[in-house]
Antibody, heavy 116, light 113 residues
Framework: EVQLVESGGGLVQPGGSLRLSCAAS????????MIWVRQAPGKGPEWVGN????????YYVDSVKGRFTISRDNAKNSLYLQMNSLRAEDTGVYYC?????????WGQGTLVTVSS | DIVMTQSPDSLAVSLGERASINCKSS????????????FAWYQQKPGQPPKLLIY???TRESGVPDRFSGSGSGTDFTLTISSLQAEDVAVYYC?????????FGQGTKLEIK
């Protein structure tokens, strides 16, 4: 059974940093692109970015370019999202998802709140 | 970026009746070399992550009831629920995965009339 478990969310002040993790199991992690998607309260999902199987290719939505970095450790079956210079508009639930061309399996998400 | 626009924003349908949700992309998501539409539909219930229903515009994900179907090509797509059940109450989102960022629609809230 595919499982994705996010962690690392919490309350952070504007301008601060946070690192999210996603532990994957139930599939061959190193064979898949992986995605981060976020959802602000009461809003639709927003694709944040993705990375290829070995982490050498990455894409980001414009609003996070230069502030967020996706990385992965295939030996640990883990995906990461380093978030710097956080803003109030970054508040939301952050999901990791397996990229089967499209997000086919999603974690339950971790809540990030950016507020003073 | 490709903009995805859903209609309507909300919809109330009687149990057992047909429900249709539309999604329009600002540019074609049909890849000519393989004739595939890079387009998906998701269902989201409160407190849960989105759940994949349909991909490649019309391929039903394993385990999804056959009352859900997807149609359309290029820029115009439709999700149809042939006979609405109580458990179908949710918000539905479309998404293109033709080019990054893989944008979502704003969502359509489906309720029982």
């Amino acid at each position: 059974e595919v499982q994705l478990v996010e962690s690392g969310g919490g309350l952070v002040q504007p301008g601060g940093s946070l690192r999210l993790s996603c532990a994957a199991s139930g599939f061959t992690f190193s064979s898949y692109w992986m995605i981060w998607v976020r959802q602000a309260p009461g809003k639709g999902p927003e694709w944040v970015g993705n990375t290829n199987q070995d982490g050498t290719e990455k894409y980001y939505v414009d609003s996070v370019k230069g502030r967020f970095t996706i990385s992965r450790d295939n030996a640990k079956n883990s995906l990461y999202l380093q978030m710097n210079s956080l803003r109030a508009e970054d508040t939301g639930v952050y999901y990791c998802a397996r990229d089967g061309g499209f997000p086919d399996y999603w974690g339950q998400g971790t809540l990030v709140t950016v507020s003073s | 970026d490709i903009v995805m626009t859903q209609s309507p924003d909300s919809l109330a349908v009687s149990l057992g009746e047909r429900a249709s949700i539309n999604c329009k992309s600002s540019q074609s998501v049909l890849f000519s070399s393989n004739s595939k539409n890079y387009f998906a539909w998701y269902q989201q219930k409160p407190g849960q992550p989105p759940k994949l229903l349909i991909y490649w515009a019309s391929t039903r994900e394993s385990g999804v009831p056959d009352r859900f179907s997807g149609s359309g090509s290029g820029t115009d797509f439709t999700l149809t629920i042939s006979s609405l059940q109580a458990e179908d109450v949710a918000v539905y989102y479309c998404q293109q995965y033709y080019s990054p960022p893989h944008t979502f629609g704003q969502g359509t809230k489906l309720e029982i009339k």
